[in-house]
């Protein structure tokens, strides 16, 4: 079984920045791709970023590219989302995600970001 528990959350002004982290237990961490996503109320659930199980590529939603990075540590089985120029429409909980590309079997229980203005 594979459990992901995010890390990182909390609440910033407009312009601020926040890291977000995740961190994977059970099976191979290696082996998977691992994704960010977000849900704000009353919104469907939207992807943010993915990164494969090597870290060579990563992608990353229309609303957040330029501002939030993406990356990994296979030896530590963890995932990270940096988010810089932080909005207040970025607000939502954020979900950490695993599985092998392109499907997401795993995930945590999310995490609350709040951007005021």
């Avoid at 594979?2 to 002004?13: A, D, K, P």
């Avoid at 429409?89 to 995930?107: I, Q, R």
């Amino acid at each position: 079984q594979v459990q992901l528990v995010e890390s990182g959350g909390g609440s910033v002004q407009a312009g601020g920045s926040l890291r977000l982290s995740c961190a994977v237990s059970g099976r191979s961490f290696r082996s998977y791709s691992t994704g960010w996503f977000r849900q704000a109320p009353g919104q469907e659930r939207e992807f943010v970023a993915t990164i494969s199980w090597s870290g060579g590529s990563t992608y990353y939603g229309d609303s957040v590219k330029g501002r939030f990075t993406i990356s990994r540590d296979n030896a530590n089985n963890t995932a990270t989302l940096q988010m810089n120029r932080l909005k207040p429409e970025d607000t939502a909980v954020y979900y950490c995600a695993a599985g092998v590309a392109p499907a997401f079997d795993y995930w945590g229980q999310g995490i609350q970001v709040t951007v005021s203005s």
